[in-house]
């Protein structure tokens, strides 16, 4: 078996983990008790993946003030019990298993601060399956996803080139473009096949199993 890949890095909400309920839900909280009117669902749903502040901002329209506000709200409703409203996809942990004995390094790239970011790998027995957590600050403001994946390359010795980047949103694929590592879409978490291709994605897959078979097994990706 030839391995393409040293390094898999893998994105959190919406690849390893679906947390759409409790973000969701918390966003939702934190907006009715800053007094700002609630969007759509599908709007909603949206939070998950990029850092909190782009969203209050882009999605809600709230000034830098107020999306200050509703972090802070959001925080506190998340901490006390939105945190684990979620679950591991069905799958993962066995994919998570394979890869580790066919001796690649794993890592998590997310936009979560780090702190949720540790409390959600503990609370689900995922952290032992990573070689390294590379996750944003507790501002929330954060910034490209490149900016997450380089660290951790640093971190492990891994060229880019050796790399491959998992992931469901156009912010992944974007930040493994500017990284210069290779990509994969999951067709099963919260961003779309469209928007990702925008960004350069062209391989795909609709299932966690199926990212082991990718890799272990070469099988075609799906379109």
Sequence with gaps: MTQNFDLVLFDLDGTLTDSG????DCVR???EQIGRPVPPQDTLRRFIGPPL???FTGLCGLSPEDAEKAITAYRVFYRAGGIFDSEVYEGVPQMLRDLRAAGMKLAVATSKPEKMTLAVLDHFDLARHFDAVGAADESDHGGGKEKIILPVLGQLGVPASRALM????KFDAAGARKSGTDFLGVLYGFGTEEEMRREGAEQFVREPAEIARFLLDKQPSVR
Excluded: E, F, K
Aim: proline share 7%.
């Design 21 to 24: 309920p409790g973000i969701t």
């Design 29 to 31: 909280r934190a907006l």
């Design 53 to 55: 502040y782009n969203s």
């Design 166 to 169: 998992v992931g469901d949103t």
